[in-house]
């Protein structure tokens, strides 16, 4: 059973930054590019980055370009999202998501997700 | 950006009864790339349908996606208690990579 399970998330001050994981199981995680996704409350999902199988091609949303950084740890199957500078525009909940294969950009598995709160 | 809004908001339904679901893209959605999800509060979204009309992995059979160009469709034929959620269209098929502010099927 595929299973992702995200952590890190929590309540940071503006200007903030804040380290989400992805531990993942079920799978051959170095075969599979990787996703984050978010969501704000009340809206729509929100793509935010992708790293490609072996973490040396990774992109972003322009509304996170230049704060966050997505890296993979493939020998411990785990994805990360650093993200710095935090503003209110980024409260959501925080989705880690596997891409059907390698570019295909739609999400074949999952977590449930991590509340980010940026508020002072 | 590809803009997708979903119609109707909200989908009031009965157990039994068909569910229609609009998605209608900004610009036209290449390859036939577009997506559908489930959500359930609490859970995990769940992939229904890819490449407009394709099942995911345990989808069951009543439900059915078509469409093309900028106007796609998801269809439960028989609404069942657990298909009642938020469904999100996704368009994969251009960056960004867009999905619509969803349709919620409750039950009437």
């Known amino acids: 059973e595929v299973q992702l399970v995200e952590s890190g998330g929590g309540l940071v001050q503006p200007g903030g930054s804040l380290r989400l994981s992805c531990a993942t199981s079920?799978?051959?995680?170095?075969?599979?590019?990787m996703h984050w996704v978010r969501q704000a409350p009340g809206k729509g999902p929100v793509w935010v980055s992708r790293?490609?199988?072996?973490?040396?091609?990774?992109s972003y949303a322009d509304s996170v370009k230049g704060r966050f950084t997505i890296s993979r740890d493939n020998a411990n199957s785990t994805l990360f999202l650093q993200m710095d500078n935090l503003g209110a525009e980024d409260t959501a909940l925080y989705y880690c998501?596997?891409?059907?294969?390698?570019?295909?950009?739609?999400?074949?598995?999952w977590g449930r997700g991590i509340l980010v709160t940026v508020s002072s | 950006e590809t803009v997708l809004t979903q119609s109707p908001g909200t989908l009031s339904l009965s157990p039994g009864e068909r569910a229609t679901l609009f998605c209608r893209a900004s610009?036209?959605?290449?390859?036939?790339?577009l997506a559908w999800y489930q959500q359930k509060p609490g859970q995990a979204p769940r992939l229904v349908m890819y490449?407009?009309?394709k099942r995911a992995t345990g989808i069951p059979d009543r439900f059915s996606g078509s469409g093309s160009g900028t106007d796609f469709t998801l269809t439960v034929s028989q609404v069942e208690p657990e298909d009642f959620a938020m469904y999100f269209c996704?368009?994969?098929?251009?960056?960004?990579?867009?999905f619509g502010q969803g349709t919620r099927v409750e039950i009437k």
């Open positions: 998501a596997r891409d059907h294969g390698t570019g295909w950009y739609y999400f074949e598995d």
């Open positions: 079920g799978f051959q995680f170095g075969n599979y590019w």
């Open positions: 790293i490609s199988s072996s973490g040396t091609d990774t």
């Open positions: 610009q036209s959605v290449s390859s036939d790339f």
């Open positions: 490449g407009v009309s």
């Open positions: 996704q368009q994969y098929g251009v960056s960004p990579w867009t």
